[in-house]
């Protein structure tokens, strides 16, 4: 078996020594505690951290052997929602659905049923291909996941656009 050099630290700041190379991932791979992972060039390393660590605002990996590898975000297909954004901001954390928030706009991952339960809010959608760095979710002891029927029974109990009430 051959052995792979090993990054137990991560850099948040640019370091003074070049990058040896990158590593693109997608908003769900940088959450990692261990993992082996191929730079674009096709070298592996191993990801050893003492605990699962959330990658965004970091810069990148400090392997054992003194090189740095950066960490750069993937482009991911996602939904642009405007309009009224704090009214779908919040059907959308209903929902515990990942959401990237911006002034002007929100971004959520491609969901078709999602996209008709925001349409018939009045939302404005369009699809994008861009990084995804979606708010990081409150620690609360436990664990929720967003399921179908819970998007499919909002989409029957939402309002039309224009309309007022909360759909739940």
Known sequence: MTDFPTARRLLRDTPEVPS????????????????????EHGETFVVDLPERTALDGYFGFALEDGRVIEIIYAEEQ???????????????????????VEDTRLLIQQNADVEALLQQLG???????????????LALGHHHHA????????MDNAPQSGSSGDPF
Do not use: M
């Open 20 to 39: 040896h190379g990158r590593v693109v991932l997608s908003h769900l791979d940088r959450a990692i505690r261990v993992r082996a992972l191929t730079t």
């Open 123 to 137: 939302a404005k959608i369009t699809s994008v291909s861009e990084p995804f760095s979606p708010e990081p979710p």
């Open 147 to 154: 399921h179908q029927s819970h998007i499919r029974d909002a």
């Open 78 to 100: 996602l939904l642009e929602v405007r309009g009224d954004l704090a009214r779908y901001a919040w059907h959308l954390g209903a929902l515990n659905l990942h959401c990237q």
